[in-house]
């Protein structure tokens, strides 16, 4: 099953929480045994920069105290985070002071050992490059890799945790995406996608950017694997929410940023900010210096005023209509050019399209009722036709939006609830479990006789329903039409 993204989750409204450093990340080191074409961040597995990494006290030292700040979460990753011969250490040490982890990797290095430790509840990814070992070395340029990462998944099943496949897609490998789906599928329930476009190296070494350049996919390939989610971007944009919504005309480039987020990265020197593209020196704050408190509290807001965008920003993306069709963000436009307030053109490529898609999408997806005075988006991860709905319901169909608007979604695959926190239980008699967790409400579609061992239907409401993710086990009801409910909910017998 594919981990559906910000759809599922309520979104979070960050800006509302006191500004506490929830969530860490930290790249325990930049080397690398691979040496990815696409990679933004390697270093030689001997590189000299071993030398400065933090040690394992220091990184306890900054676990700790991040901890009694309010910190929760730790992010961990590289380069590849097991070069490091203490890893089992400190990975043990983080797990074991934070609610949750993630963790990124590409899974050579996986021991019996580690691979046990990595049982520990929490989101660990395993990247693949290919669906052969050919492919996947070719990308690696490791002779081996791909047998080697196949030996990670097998001592992972052996100790019997679960893991998230990560598959990479570039210009290499695409010819054989859909082998990378069917490898993912047979390792584990659960795969994703990694980021479909690429950014250029934090070292800005010409030569490995040519090659990043030349593994960029065609738009159109970019905005088939990452999909905008139009209900969830609408959202962020009336609520004003997210890092990226700058308002126009404002020049401080990450103010918005600095107060909506709540998250930290330390990378393996010690350096710390508030985001993990972030490699101007200028915007980093050593904590072997300083403490992650001071860091936090005095260092990361001052960034807030202090980096302005220039007339290339003010006149370009801060003005730019496609601004929220595009990616872009000044973090990828330092990458691109060492200039933050520079577009680029890669990413108008790329939001030109999502526009188009959009558009389509818009047409083919996206549908409104009237009833009762109260306008209902209707939405669907499949097209909608003539046919979807019963001809009952045609008398209701208006053209747009109305002033008291309630949004509905239909996806066709139920999301992974295993080991997910649904929060409490309020009701629980065939056909529905309901649960609330925080703003969010869940409605459990049971059965009498398994109750929620199968589940036929998942629906997940904002706190006053105004906006509904409804998923499906399949396609099959909506595929045959005829559909006499907007929610389907009445396709619930016994
Ligand atoms: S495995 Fe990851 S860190 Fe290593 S070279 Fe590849 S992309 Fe970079
Ligand atoms: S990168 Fe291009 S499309 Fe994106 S905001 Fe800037 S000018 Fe607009």
């Not at 929480?17 to 696409?38: A, K, Q, V, W």
């Not at 929220?324 to 890669?346: A, I, Q, T």
Request: net charge positive.
């Amino acid at each position: 099953m594919i981990i559906m993204s910000s759809e599922y989750k309520e979104i979070k409204k960050l800006n509302k929480l006191p500004r506490l450093p929830l969530e860490g990340s930290i790249d325990l080191t930049y080397r690398c045994d691979n040496n990815c074409r696409h990679c933004w961040l390697r270093l030689s597995p001997n590189a000299q920069e071993k030398k400065q990494e933090l040690s394992f006290d220091e990184i306890k030292n900054i676990i700790d105290q991040a901890r009694k700040l309010g910190n929760r979460k730790w992010s961990i990753s590289g380069g590849e985070p097991m070069l490091r011969p203490d890893f089992s250490e400190i990975f043990d040490y983080i797990t074991s002071h934070s609610i949750s982890y993630s963790l990124n990797t590409n899974g050579g290095l996986i021991t019996p050992a580690i691979a046990r430790l990595m049982k520990r509840q929490g989101n660990k990814m395993i990247a693949v490059y290919g669906a052969t070992r050919e492919v996947h070395d070719h990308i690696t340029r490791n002779p081996g890799s791909y047998d080697a990462t196949m030996r990670g998944f097998a001592y992972l099943k052996e100790a019997g945790g679960s893991f998230t496949v990560q598959l990479i897609p570039m210009k290499d490998n695409y010819h054989q995406y859909d082998l990378m789906v069917k490898l993912a599928q047979s390792l584990s329930k659960h795969y994703r996608i990694g980021a479909p476009w690429l950014y250029l190296s934090a070292s800005g070494d010409p030569i490995i950017n040519e090659e990043i350049k030349k593994q960029r996919l065609y738009q159109k390939d970019v905005i088939e694997l990452d999909k905008p989610s139009l209900s969830y971007e609408e959202k962020m944009e009336q609520e004003n929410a997210g890092c990226a919504y700058v308002k126009r005309g404002d020049d401080r480039l990450f103010a918005a940023c600095i107060a909506n987020r709540r998250d930290f990265h330390v990378d393996p020197y010690g350096q710390m900010t508030f985001c993990s593209f972030i490699k101007d020196p200028k915007m980093r704050y050593d904590l072997r210096t300083g403490t992650v408190k001071e860091g936090w509290d005095k260092f990361i807001p001052s960034l807030a005023d202090k980096v302005r965008g220039t007339k290339d920003y003010l006149e370009g993306c801060a003005v730019c209509e496609d601004r929220k069709n595009c990616r872009w963000c000044p973090v990828y436009g330092y990458l691109e050019h060492g200039d933050f307030s520079k577009k680029m053109e890669y990413l108008c490529a790329v939001a030109k399209e999502n526009k188009d898609y959009k558009k389509n999408w818009q047409k083919e997806h996206r549908t409104y009722y009237q009833i009762g005075g109260i306008t209902i988006q209707v939405e669907s991860d499949l097209p909608i036709t003539d046919k979807t709905f019963h001809p009952k319901l045609a008398p209701f169909h208006v053209a747009g939006p109305g002033a008291d608007t309630v949004y509905i979604h239909h996806h066709f695959a139920l999301p992974d609830l295993e080991k997910k926190d649904l929060g409490k239980r309020l009701y629980s008699k065939p056909p529905w479990s309901i649960y609330k967790k925080d703003d969010t409400w869940i409605y459990l579609g049971i059965s009498p006789s398994t109750g929620e061992k199968d589940l036929h239907k998942i629906a997940v409401f904002n706190a006053d329903h105004s906006r509904g993710q409804i998923y499906h086990p399949n396609d099959k009801s909506f595929k045959k039409g005829d559909l006499s409910a907007l929610t389907s909910f009445f396709l619930i017998k016994y």
